[in-house]
């Protein structure tokens, strides 16, 4: 009987801009290797998200909370996938269980912060825009609103920059927390520390790596819109948004591992059933 070895301490990698692409390919390649599960796993989440949103006040700040586990239960089954093991939705349970007291507590800290910081941007940018953002969700659920006459407000263009600017911010101390806890064994401060350093180590491959999802689901709209005009059947590509969203949604959370174990050159000593496949060259260690 061979005993596994204890994995390597993670070491901060400096990686090139073009690791940004082979991120959004790898976390496709793996999405299509599981399809279903992912799937699963992602559905299941807005299933219960849909359910917590109906609640008053409290709801959507209890999902904004979940959306750290949301990231991590990707990661964990990313890597599971990588080593052949199943991938579905228990996977949100098992990330409160077999691990230590202190861990489950860093990723709920991690949790509450992330809730709250992101209700008191929504708050500040409601302010600024005097609730103008809240008018355009209406404008765009109405039927016959006119969503683009408010678009031409200024007030209402400074706060959609506004928001996109303080949610980019926040999520760069959280991207790699969740793992950072999870397999690092670091607490909830030192893991937005180091998130934080690793994003902007890696700025340019992150850089690459948005612009990259960008193109793709901007070019895959052209594509689907052109393709369904010719048919003469525009309503239907409403109906094909759906799916595609679902694919690009996962496809995206399946990528966050890949950004991880790049940007901190982890893996694991590669064994009969689980090696991480297609590991990245790295740059130096930290």
Known sequence: MTIPLPPPPLQLQSLPPRQGVAWVRRGFALFLRRPMGFTLLFVSFLFVALFVMSLPVLGPIVVMMALPLLSLAFMVSTRGALGGKPVHPGQYVELMQGRQKSRRKSLLMLCAVYGVATALIAAFSDWVDGGRFEQLHLEMMTEGGDPALLMKDARLQFGLVLRTVL?????????????????????????????????????????????????????????????????????????????????????????????FSDSFGWSEPATSDEAPKDQAPTNGAA
């Not at 180590?201 to 070019?219: D, E, K, S």
């Open 167 to 259: 949610t980019t911010l926040l999520a760069l101390p959280f991207w790699h927390a969740p793992a950072l806890v999870w397999w690092g064994e670091q607490g909830a401060a030192q893991s937005l520390f180091s998130s934080w350093i690793a994003c902007w180590r890696n700025r340019g491959a992150l850089v690459v790596y948005g612009l990259t999802w960008i193109a793709l689901v901007m070019g895959f709209t052209l594509v689907l819109g052109t393709l369904f005009a010719l048919l003469g059947a525009r309503e239907l590509a409403g109906v094909a948004a759906l799916p595609a969203g679902l694919m690009f949604s996962c496809a995206f959370y399946v990528s966050l591992y890949f950004t």
